[in-house]
């Protein structure tokens, strides 16, 4: 409740509040970069929750259907084609880009508009190990070990 309430609505004003104060001006090429590490972001998260998703609600549905799975001894699929092929957690990496993309657009003469992106980043991080570790027990070590290869 208290990240909720305090923790976030801090890290996500913290780049408006810094623009505020010490406002930055940038050249189109600048900011034409900045937007497109976000809209590359936004896509890899958006196209991975969106993956997700519709395997999960229907492993028929004809815009996933061509992905390949691992079937694990529980009877559970695991996607290893498509965006979850190339990473296991890509909707994190979309959610970092963005993050990225917000902090760069204050420049890069102060590291304070960074807290969040590097925060973030150690968050994930360690969201992603416990995920590992949660996986591990869910689906049984030679399932997970065949999955992570």
């Not at 896509?43 to 993956?51: H, P």
């Not at 204050?106 to 992603?128: C, D, E, N, W």
């Amino acid at each position: 409740c208290f990240g909720d309430l305090a923790w976030v609505p801090f890290l996500y004003t913290l780049k408006t509040r810094f623009l505020y104060y010490w406002p930055q001006y940038h050249g189109i090429p600048y900011l034409v970069f900045c937007t497109v590490v976000m809209l590359i972001g936004y896509l890899v998260f958006r196209g991975a929750n969106t993956e997700k998703d519709r395997f999960r609600k229907d492993p028929r549905d004809p815009r996933v259907a061509h992905l390949k799975t691992l079937k694990t001894s529980a009877g559970k699929s695991l996607l290893i084609s498509g965006y979850w092929g190339i990473s296991r957690h890509p909707n994190y990496v979309g959610d970092w880009f963005m993050t990225l993309a917000e902090s760069l657009l204050t420049g890069t003469s102060f590291a304070f508009p960074y807290f969040q992106p590097i925060y973030f980043g150690v968050l994930l991080i360690h969201r992603q190990l416990r995920d590992e570790e949660s996986m591990l027990h869910k689906y049984g070590k030679d399932d997970w070990e065949k999955y992570c290869k």
